[in-house]
């Protein structure tokens, strides 16, 4: 398969607790987004990078989030100390340059 | 700013009938339009575009989408819609100079035999 994928698919943890994300985007894509969906609702963009670089992160990205991709290549989105608030479904897209985004299954967190 | 709006949360159409689930935007500049859908429990798979050229955009699976300047609007449509088109349709938009979607709250398309 050569889209985008994302693990863990389902997240389960406690409030306080720290989770971690990981995206594999389209192998050739340089350009790596991270959006967060919650029920009801359209995804909302939170950061995105080109190659290495973060170049944005949306207000929504707390200080208690952060993301990487050291390499150009996957992406990592960690959230320290979880909230109930945190519980969405976070998906990630991949592009080149400024073309179609084509998202990943996603990520379901749901914190207890 | 940017923004959609999808004013309709669902649309209702029975099997074999055209559907249209609309969508109007407001974006500083030409707007690049998108089209993903949503089945349960899964991501957003690409749809369509609409970014220059032809009013008129088609897509995979028989759908279509038609960019209005005038309405801000890009309607998404199929001529005869099957049970399986049965899902959740986001629109989205995105200015020309920048790279972050911009989606709507979603329509839930249910198609019924």
């Known amino acids: 398969d050569t889209g985008v994928s994302q693990d863990p698919r389902h997240k389960i943890t406690k409030r306080g607790q720290n989770v971690t994300f990981r995206c594999d985007p389209i192998?050739?894509?340089?350009?790596l987004y991270w959006y967060r969906q919650t029920l009801g609702q359209g995804p909302e963009f939170l950061t995105y990078?080109?190659?290495?670089?973060?170049?944005?992160k949306s207000r929504l990205l707390s200080d208690r989030f952060s993301a990487e991709r050291p390499k150009g290549s996957f992406s990592t989105l960690e959230i320290q100390r979880t909230e109930q608030g945190d519980s969405a479904m976070y998906l990630c897209?991949?592009?080149?340059?400024?073309?179609?985004?084509?998202f990943g299954p996603g990520t379901r967190l749901t914190v207890l | 700013a940017q923004s959609v709006a999808q004013p309709e949360d669902q649309v209702n159409v029975a099997e074999g009938n055209p559907l249209t689930v609309k969508c109007t935007y407001s974006?500083?500049?030409?707007?690049?339009l998108f089209w993903y859908v949503q089945y349960p429990n899964r991501g957003l798979q690409f749809l369509l575009k609409?970014?220059?050229?032809?009013?008129l955009v088609k897509g995979s699976y028989g759908f279509e989408a038609e960019f209005n300047k005038s309405q801000t609007s890009f309607h998404l449509k199929k001529p005869s819609a099957l049970v399986s088109d049965s899902a959740l349709y986001f629109c989205?938009?995105?200015?020309?100079?920048?790279?972050?979607?911009?989606f709507g709250k979603g329509t839930s398309l249910l198609v019924t035999p």
């Open positions: 192998s050739e894509h340089n350009r």
């Open positions: 609409y970014i220059t050229g032809d009013n």
């Open positions: 990078f080109q190659n290495e670089a973060q170049l944005e």
């Open positions: 989205a938009v995105r200015g020309n100079s920048g790279y972050a979607l911009n």
């Open positions: 974006v500083s500049g030409n707007p690049y």
């Open positions: 897209a991949s592009s080149l340059v400024s073309d179609t985004q084509y």
